[in-house]
Nanobody, 130 residues
Framework: QVKLVESGGGLVQAGASLRLSCQASGGNFGAYAMGWFRQVPGNEREFVAS????????GYADSVKGRVDISRVNRESTMYLQMYSLQHDDTAVYYC???????????????????????WGQGTQVTVSS
């Protein structure tokens, strides 16, 4: 079973940039699609971005499109979420997740659904002060 550990969160001012990392261990990281979600207390977990097994395809939520870049380095078992022009509404706990089963790619309509992911990290807090 894979273990996912997020890092890179923190307190930043509006307009700042931040890069989150997701370090995987215990599984074949390069074989699966991956994703980033975020959650605010009292709200459902919200899709942010996803990336295919080889990094060739990615997808973004409309709320972050143009302000975030998802990437992965399979030889390092690491995925990243580079965020720019952070806004107060980006404040949340950010989670990385691995696609369930043998899915190497999750297309629109699937990648946004948390149930398509079988392994989750514990999350990293991002707080954006306005």
């Amino acid at each position: 079973q894979v273990k996912l550990v997020e890092s890179g969160g923190g307190l930043v001012q509006a307009g700042a940039s931040l890069r989150l990392s997701c370090q995987a261990s215990g599984g074949n990281f390069g074989a699966y699609a991956m994703g980033w979600f975020r959650q605010v207390p009292g709200n459902e977990r919200e899709f942010v971005a996803s990336i295919s097994w080889n990094g060739a395809a990615s997808g973004y939520a409309d709320s972050v499109k143009g302000r975030v870049d998802i990437s992965r380095v399979n030889r390092e078992s690491t995925m990243y979420l580079q965020m720019y022009s952070l806004q107060h509404d980006d404040t949340a706990v950010y989670y990385c997740a691995r696609a369930r089963g043998d899915k190497r790619f999750l297309g629109p309509g699937m990648r946004e659904r948390p149930e398509e992911y079988g392994d989750w990290g514990q999350g990293t807090q991002v707080t954006v002060s306005s």
